[in-house]
């Protein structure tokens, strides 16, 4: 059910994306989602984003920039070793220079850079370019 709810909430940044929508709001929220947008921030591909009330129903609202293409989060269950990172990146991605693949490890919610530079692996999350 947790990645369901992360592929609607991506679905709708890429919906409002295309129609130059400044701001989205997301619900129903977890606690993957903020992890994700946080990766999605750090990297510049939006501009910010606010939690309100986590602890019921609660909503994100994300402020957009403008540069996310596409963002999906895988359905299934995909695990990935540390050595197989690169190889995954080069099949989901359209090229080397921009894009993440998001990867649950035991370190916490990484992006595919930071997950190689630490040597981890885990299951693959969604990615986003």
């Not at 369901?4 to 606690?31: C, F, G, Q, W």
């Not at 190689?116 to 999350?125: A, F, H, P, S």
Request: hydrophobic residues 35%; proline residues 3%; without cysteine.
């Amino acid at each position: 059910m947790g990645r369901r709810i992360l592929n609607d909430a991506l679905r709708s940044i890429v919906n409002a994306e295309k129609r130059s929508k400044a701001t989205v709001e997301l619900k129903p929220i977890s606690n993957v989602i903020s992890s994700f947008l946080n990766i999605m921030k750090y990297r510049g591909y939006i501009k910010n984003y606010e939690v309100f009330d986590p602890h019921r129903v609660g909503r994100i609202t994300v402020e957009l920039q403008g540069r996310v293409n596409d963002a999906r989060a895988l359905t299934y269950r995909q695990d990935i070793k540390a050595k197989d990172i690169e190889k995954y990146k080069t099949l989901k991605l359209p090229t080397h220079q921009w894009g993440y693949v998001v990867i649950s490890t035991p370190d916490g919610i990484l992006d595919h850079e930071e997950a190689i530079r630490r040597n981890v692996g885990g299951q693959v999350l969604g990615y986003f370019h």
